[in-house]
């Protein structure tokens, strides 16, 4: 039996469960609501726009933020990474950082930059900057010492070096830190809509709530682990792969 049909089974049986369960409760439907039902909120929504218009809201907003977390985290990943001074001093802030949970920035982000864009976009960024720093830092450290001795004994030096050596070397682990990052990054967004109410799918679990639509709720719970299940298995898992077959680590 193949992986997919393994996880088809689960999640049949899963489903059959919950249907179930739901009917012989006896519970209404704004508390625990039927299979039946929420995949019929969840066809609505996708077929009037507004469960569509919220991911198309989120994914804008994640895309960005990842983005510029991303850069970031390489940065100082490489600064970390090539001067001492450096590690020392940024690379051990950037430890006690990424213990703090993205969400606990939010107030932070209220005052500096309000209930907009702004505010979510900080989350979101923040949510994947440390990560990102630690894996790049780690990655590029990890660069075998042949590799750099081989290299600058052919006269390879500054941005070539870095370049062809340190970078191809590293993406690895740079990869896998990107699939981390994303994760934080995807959680820290959901949390910063569901606060802000401006739009996306965290304002839809908020609307929900508030209107005792359980089934609208469930929606939007099963949309974002569908879009997070697709990013990391889809998306990087299959690349972490790819690279790790080419450089001959698995």
Do not use: C
Not at 6 to 13: E, G, H, S, T, Y
Not at 95 to 122: D, H, K, M, R, Y
Not at 125 to 138: L, V
């Amino acid at each position: 039996m193949t992986t997919a049909l393994r996880r088809i089974l689960f999640i049949a049986v899963i489903a059959v469960i919950w249907e179930v369960t739901s009917r012989v409760s006896g519970l209404p439907d704004f508390m625990f609501p039927s299979l039946l039902l929420v995949l019929e909120t969840l066809f609505t929504g996708l077929i009037d726009g507004q469960i569509t218009a919220a991911v198309i809201r989120s994914i804008g907003r994640i895309l960005l933020g990842f983005s510029i977390a991303t850069l970031i985290g390489l940065i100082f990943g490489y600064l970390i990474w090539r001067y001492k001074l450096v590690e020392d001093t940024l690379g051990f802030l950037v430890t006690a950082l990424q213990s703090i949970p993205s969400i606990v920035w939010f107030p932070l982000a209220i005052i500096w930059f309000g209930l907009n864009e702004f505010a979510i976009l900080f989350i979101v960024t923040i949510g994947a900057t440390w990560t990102m720093t630690m894996n790049a830092s780690s990655g590029f450290k990890n660069v075998p010492r042949l590799y750099q001795r081989v290299a600058k004994t052919y006269g390879s030096s500054g941005f070539h070096f870095l370049r062809t050596v340190i970078v191809p070397a590293s993406v690895p682990q740079l990869l896998s830190g990107m699939r981390i990052a994303w994760a934080f990054s995807w959680r820290a967004l959901m949390a910063g809509e569901l606060l802000a109410s401006s739009g996306g799918l965290g304002q839809l679990l908020d609307a929900g709530r508030s209107l005792g639509q359980m089934d609208l709720v469930i929606s939007v719970m099963i949309i974002i682990a569908v879009i997070g299940t697709i990013m990391d298995q889809l998306i990087f898992l299959r690349l972490e792969r790819s690279v790790q077959r080419k450089w001959g680590i698995s």
